[in-house]
């Protein structure tokens, strides 16, 4: 299941989907399509956010060119403990596999017994949102 995509054409892409570039899963934020020229194929200049890190990325492929896009699921956690420094232990609520996330500052502070939504993308875990009680 680590690292799962899907193939797709360029030319098949839209704005607010994803697409992998440069290694990374990345939501796209617009994509411009030139012209064929009289010796090549169009073009397009896929521009992206990354979902982990938050920088910017462009893929630069012909329309009919393949790219990769990422599985995406969706799981819910619950939080077994705090191990301080942006660390949390969780346990996936359907699967009961208990592991350990390095988080983002906003959730530093869950305590145990909280539920959160993770993304699961390319076998990298992200917290989405901490579900009310």
Request: some cysteine; overall charge neutral; proline content about 3%.
């Amino acid at each position: 299941m680590d690292g799962e995509v899907n193939l797709a054409q360029v030319k098949d892409l839209k704005e607010g989907k994803y697409v992998v570039i440069d290694g990374e899963p990345c939501k796209i934020v617009s994509i411009q399509k030139s012209k064929p020229g009289k010796h090549g194929a169009a073009k397009a200049r896929v521009e992206g956010i990354s979902l982990f890190t938050g920088s910017k990325k462009t893929l630069l492929k012909s329309v009919d060119a393949t790219c990769e896009i990422p599985v995406i699921l969706r799981k819910t956690a619950q939080v077994v403990a705090n191990l301080g420094g942006n660390r949390l232990q969780l346990m996936d609520l359907e699967t009961y596999e208990t592991y350990e996330l390095e988080v983002e500052p906003q959730y530093a502070e869950l305590e145990s017994g909280q539920e959160v939504e993770l993304q699961d993308v390319m076998g990298k875990k992200m917290i989405t949102r901490v579900k009310k009680s």
